[in-house]
């Protein structure tokens, strides 16, 4: 958190300020007036003051003053120190808050010092003040504009804590997690699904409608991420659940669709496909891309089930060439859906290690039997162990002269 430590009167930094712009306006040969903040220094309206010369020298600043990023950061550094010596809540928001608007007008002009200086704000508040969910808002949304993508990733690394420590409503984090998720649509499509769930994670069985439209978004994301294999946990969603009872009949469908990714395999798809064939395109989806996947999902399930998979059986599930196993195969190898190795002699695959698409009570029971036998085993083992001890042969040492 960055401190402000000034002994200066508020009167002697009304003047630096003011003495501050006076020089920078009569090195570029600007006109200027400081008999109107003169006025409100004299009438101790400060806000007003802060608020005007933030306002009128801002532009100022960054377009005549722009290869001097110290004068500019000077100005504000003191804005800054007279900001946290006012004592009323509602006035820092108000001067706060013309900060955030004039350094977020033009996004594109010195955006670097622009984010530095909306930084420095951030960091001069407490970590638990309400204050700073605003400035990161600005700082975010500023970040974005000026495709300063980098920043706005490092940045948002401890979001849900901060948002605790801040005591947003939901609506803030509403409001936040959909522009992250926003801004990263079109370049980073994982990152931006992740903050898309956790705006729907917000809503309730009694607000759902509100999210239909982004609810549709996040299921058709789970289908194309071609990367994402586990989507059961958009059927926790009560806005996504909303959509199966839809009466918009393609929300409805989507829904289905995304259920037969998220928990069912390939034939259940064939079936969805043959009774709509037309319903992929109309959401932007790839009927090969959509068949590419469900064979991978089909096959983890497969490989979940069982240690030792044949060939023949694979090739039946998936609908392919038996031929074709082993680069299915070594496809889910390569997506970490599975860890195996090839039998190619007997045709087999020996799986180490399978994705769970859903864990349920099936795959409780399943994982119970799996410790039980592992507990059997290490317990045969450690038996082994024992009575090697007892039974073997005591080392003899000769002595020698």
Known sequence: MTIFIDLASLEDLYNDLISHIETLRKKKGSEYSVADYQILIGEQRTVEFLSKIVSNETEFLFKECKDSDKDIEGFFNVILTILHKLENEDEINIVSQKIRDSLSAHPTENSQLKIKILTNLFNSFQPKSPQRYDIFFALVK??????????????????????????????????????????????????????LVKYLQTFTKEDSQEAQEDAVRVCIESISLQELYQSDYLLDLPAVQYLEGSTVSANSLTYELMKIFATEQLDSYLQFQQKNPNFLSTIGLSNDDCLQKIRLLSLATLTSEQSKVPYSLISKMLQIDENEVEMWVINAMEGDLLDAKLDQLNRIVNVNSSTQRVFNKSQWTQL?????????????????????????????YFQTR
Do not use: C
């Open 368 to 396: 119970g039997q799996r410790f039980s036998v592992w507990k059997s085993s290490v317990k045969n083992l450690l038996q082994v162990i024992e009575n090697a001890k007892t039974t073997q042969v005591k080392p003899f």
């Open 142 to 195: 500023l970040a974005s504009d000026s495709n300063n993508l980098e920043f706005v990733k490092y940045q948002i690394t401890d979001i849900d804590s901060w948002l605790e420590d801040w005591n947003v409503s939901i609506q803030q984090k509403r409001k936040l997690y959909k522009l992250i998720s926003n801004i990263f649509k079109e370049k980073q499509r994982m990152l931006s699904h992740q903050f």
